[in-house]
């Protein structure tokens, strides 16, 4: 089964930035579509942003032109880098990892870390 460890969470102000970091184990993870998520508290989990196996992204409508997803397939890695930040954007972020396509549906991500929390304030 593919682990995935996050980090890179931090607490900051409105309009700072931080990146973060999703290490991949036990996976070829140029097999994998790659994505990010996060919950609010009261939330339903939600996608922000995936890469699929030939580096094709897609992003949530609210971080378009603030957030990038990247990856690094020899150092089974993925990112993601966030500027700009809003209070909204607050919530636990989530790495997942999905054989196949890539869809903005949690639901169809059988593997996750366990999430690394993302405070901004104003």
């Known amino acids: 089964q593919v682990q995935l460890v996050e980090s890179g969470g931090g607490s900051v102000q409105a309009g700072g930035s931080l990146r973060l970091s999703c290490a991949v184990s036990?996976?070829?993870?140029?097999?994998?579509?790659m994505g990010w998520f996060r919950q609010a508290p009261g939330k339903e989990r939600e996608g922000v942003a995936d890469i699929d196996r030939s580096y094709a992204t897609t992003y949530t409508e609210s971080v378009k032109g603030r957030f990038t997803i990247s990856r690094d397939n020899a150092q089974k890695t993925v990112y993601l880098q966030m500027n700009s930040l809003k209070p909204e954007d607050t919530g636990m972020y989530y790495c997942a990892a999905r054989l196949g396509l890539c869809t903005p549906r949690p639901a169809d991500f059988r593997d996750w870390g366990q999430g690394t929390q993302v405070t901004v304030s104003s």
């Open positions: 036990r996976a070829t993870v140029s097999n994998y579509c």
